[in-house]
């Protein structure tokens, strides 16, 4: 089965595009939160919890630039997610058969 | 200006910011807007609510994505004499964050309080 990189870079005031990711994404899909979908990644956040529920079946990234920008590094993230910079950024695109952009 | 019937008149402004930092323009210009709408003395606030509460987020540095940290400039609201910045307690906590990530002074409210704040305004902005 072909594998999608879903990056989500919306917060939820502009449509919540993480929800509709997370509906669509298929097991071993990669979803990468860059942009203000990083504050997603906060583990002190009510909605850590539907991104716990896919830990299991998706690899979940946050692009590390962009966590620092917003001043969220002094947070403690889920554990699940891996920050990955620019390179890492190119290498799932590379890894992966086809993006979606939400 | 004698056809200006509104001259020296003070209306109650309220800015409602609700997106997080550096993804859009929204908060930048909000607050510049509010800066300018200070030199003309009318009653002002801020509110910072949803992932708006991340605008006052301290330690940010968007130097990597090649945007400007303007969250030091929401420190010159006091210099303007812009002193009711209002936070929504749930939202702060809907991001296990407190009033100690913040990097300026403001005043926590619960939803209740804020919509009782809004209503009583003559004026309010979305960004």
Request: charged residues 25%; glycine residues 6%.
């Amino acid at each position: 089965m072909s594998r999608l990189l879903h990056i989500v870079s919306r917060g939820p005031v502009d449509g919540d595009a993480l929800a509709a990711c997370l509906r669509m994404a298929r097991p071993g899909d990669a979803v990468l939160l860059i942009e203000d979908a990083v504050c997603a990644a906060l583990a002190g956040a009510e909605t850590a919890a539907r991104i716990a529920e896919r830990t299991e079946d998706l690899t979940l990234y946050a692009l590390d630039a962009d966590i620092v920008a917003r001043g969220l590094a002094d947070q403690p993230l889920i554990g699940a997610i891996e920050r990955v910079d620019y390179a890492g950024f190119v290498d799932l695109v590379t890894a992966c058969d086809t993006t979606q952009s939400w | 200006m004698t056809n200006c019937k509104n001259a020296g008149v003070s209306k109650r402004f309220m800015y409602v910011n609700r997106r997080a930092p550096h993804g859009a323009i929204y908060a930048l210009e909000c607050l510049e807007l509010v800066l300018v709408t200070a030199a003309f003395d009318q009653d002002q606030c801020l509110v910072f609510m949803d992932d708006g509460v991340f605008l006052l987020k301290k330690n940010q540095d968007p130097a990597a994505i090649g945007a400007k940290n303007f969250s030091l400039t929401y420190r010159a609201l006091g210099d303007y004499d812009v002193e009711k910045i209002y936070v929504e307690k749930e939202s702060l906590q809907a991001r296990g964050l407190t009033e100690a990530d913040l990097l300026i002074p403001v005043t926590v409210v619960s939803s209740k309080e804020l919509g009782e704040i809004m209503h009583a305004q003559d004026v309010v902005i979305g960004a």
